[in-house]
C-alpha cells in the first residue's frame, strides 16, 4: 500500500534516498488522522512470517528524529495531539456549524489543558505561502552580517534584525543560544526591501492569513471555556495594527560551528510570552516540548500542520487551567544536522498593549498586569540590547 500527499512525494523521495525510513514514533490514532489528511505515507510489506507494517510519518524520515531517538532523558512515545479544523480553516468562508466550534473548541481544550501544543491540519496557509516566507527568510540569513546588522531590531516597536548572542530565552541557565532572527511586528514598518524584495508581500499575505486564523482560534478558546464569544478576540483587535506587540519572528538555526561552548543551545528553554504562538517549522526537527510530568517530549516536524501552543498571558489569565509549556531546541549531535541549517517561522499573538489581564475566574492566582508590562519585562530580559 503506498499513500501520501502527491505534492510531497518529491520531498519524500528525496529524503528516504537520503537518510533512509526510520520507525515512526506516533500511535495508529495519529496515524490514522494524518492519513485522513493525506499527510502520512504507509508502506507494506512482506517479511518471512507476517506482513509487517512500517508506517512512516513524513516528519520521521527527518535525520533529526533519528538522533533525538537516541537521546537519554527524552520520552518519543508521548504524543501532542493532532486536531483538524474542519470548518474553521481558512478555505472555508461561511460560518462553522455549532457542533463544528464545540468539536474544535473541545480538542484544543484537551490540549492545552494537559500539554499546551497542538498540532493543527487543515488550516488553511497554503503551502505557497509558506514556502515565499521561508525563501524570503532563508536570503536575508544568508547575507553577509554588515548588511544583516543595519537592520538592527528597535526594540520600542519589535521589529527587525536579532543577531546571534543579543538574546537569551533561557534565562536561568544563560545559555549561548545559536540563533538568528527577524522580527517583524509590522507590515510597514522595517524590511530588507533593497536585498530581499520578496519578504514584505511574503509577510503581509502570512499576516493577512495568520490574522484570520488567530480570531477563529480565539473564538474556539472563548467557547472552550464557556466565555461569551468575543471575549479574547475583543483584547486582539489591534493584530499587527497600532498599540499591539503581537509580532511574526523569522528564525535561522546556523550550522554548528567545529567547537562551541559546552553550554551552547539552539534554542534556550522558555515558555512564550502572549496569548498563544503558531510555530511554522521546516523537516529538521530538533524542538522538544516539557510535559506536565517534566520529561521532554519531541515536537516532531508534520508536514502540512502550524504547531500552536500556550502563552503565559493565556496561562495567567485561565488561571493556570491552559498551560505555557517550557520548549527549547537542541543542537543535533549528528555531524550531518550539525551542518545545516534551520528554519522556523512563529508568530507570537498577544492582546493589545494596554489590556489588564487578570484570572477569568475571579481569583488571586497571578497578579494583574498589563500586556505591555509583561512584554517589555520579558523581552528587555532576554535581550541584551
Ligand atoms: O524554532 C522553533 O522551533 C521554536 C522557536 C521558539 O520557541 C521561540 O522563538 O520562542
Known sequence: MFLCSYSSLLKIFAFHLCFGFSSCL??????????????????????????????????????????????????????????????????HDEEPSQEEWQRVARQLHDAFTDIGFVYLTNHGVSDDQMDHLFKSSATFFNLDEETKIRYQRDPEKQQGYVAVDRE???????????????????????????????????????????????NRLLIALAHSLGLERNLFTSAH????KDNNL?????????????????????????????????????????????ERGGSWVEAVPVPGTILVNVGDLLQFWTADKFLATEHRVLIPKEELQRKASRHSIAF?????????????????????????????????????Y
Open 348 to 384: 507570537f499573538i498577544n492582546p493589545d498593549n494596554s489590556v489588564l489581564i487578570k484570572p477569568l475566574d475571579g481569583s488571586s492566582s497571578h497578579q494583574p498586569i498589563t500586556v505591555k508590562d509583561h512584554l517589555f519585562y520579558k523581552l528587555r530580559k532576554s535581550h541584551n
Open 168 to 214: 537569551t530565552l533561557d534565562t536561568k541557565e544563560m545559555s549561548h543560544e545559536l540563533r538568528e532572527a527577524y522580527d517583524l511586528s509590522r507590515v510597514d514598518g522595517l524590511f530588507p526591501d533593497v536585498e530581499v524584495p520578496s519578504l514584505r508581500p511574503a509577510a503581509a499575505s502570512f499576516y493577512k492569513s495568520c490574522t484570520t486564523l488567530t
Open 237 to 240: 483587535k489591534g493584530l499587527c
Open 26 to 91: 506516533l500511535d495508529n490514532a495519529t496515524i490514522g488522522e494524518l492519513k485522513k489528511n493525506k499527510i502520512v505515507m504507509l508502506i507494506s510489506w512482506p517479511q518471512p512470517t507476517s506482513v509487517c507494517r512500517l508506517g512512516c510519518v513524513v516528519a520521521s524520515l527527518t535525520p533529526e528524529h533519528r538522533y533525538q531517538q537516541k537521546m537519554e532523558g527524552i520520552t518519543p512515545g508521548r504524543r501532542i495531539p493532532l486536531v483538524d479544523l474542519g470548518q474553521l480553516g481558512l478555505m
Open 246 to 290: 503581537t509580532c511574526l519572528r523569522l528564525l535561522h538555526y546556523p550550522p554548528v560551528p567545529d567547537t562551541i561552548p559546552e553550554n551552547t543551545i539552539r534554542c534556550g528553554a522558555h515558555t512564550d510570552y502572549g496569548t498563544i504562538t503558531l510555530l511554522f517549522q521546516d523537516n529538521m526537527g530538533g524542538l522538544q516540548v516539557r
